[in-house]
């Protein structure tokens, strides 16, 4: 039987998000937000295919998450994401309001869930504090990112341009997880 409340199971989702932004060439993170137990919003990154430096897939769910409940305060809600959420997505999320934060790959460099910095459940100085719970099907989201890095290295070395307008592929890995 299928536990359709567990943090697996939303991370689950979350991975199928991921995996559509691989598919359009975007950086494989993806996100989906619960509000009492039931999917509300489901985003992947798509900074590229909007050319929107902002259009994470966080910020992308958190946005229709509060057209869903008509208020930008998501309480009662559970935000699960791939990978920890960088500083910009952090500080949405904690004006937002969820109760919860699930991620599932830490991002020592750059991520602001505990990896590089705290924004979500250890600064007082903010309105907000999220409980978080880092790890669920973290080896998935690496396995993910890892193999949307190397594919792009190599179409690099290969000399291929991106198929999406503006540049020439993601060539590197800012997550240090390759």
Known sequence: MIDLVSDDYFMGQAMREARRAYAATEVPIGCVIAHEGKIIARAWNQVETLRDATAHAEMLALTAAQNVLGDWRLEKCTLYVTKEPCPMCAGAIVHCRPERVVFGCSDPKGGAAGGWINL?????????????????????????LQGFFREARERKKAGEEKSRPGGNGASFDPFGIS
């Open 120 to 144: 979500l459940d250890a600064n007082p100085p903010l309105n907000h504090r999220c409980e978080v719970t880092r790890g669920v099907r973290g080896e998935e989201s690496v396995a993910l």
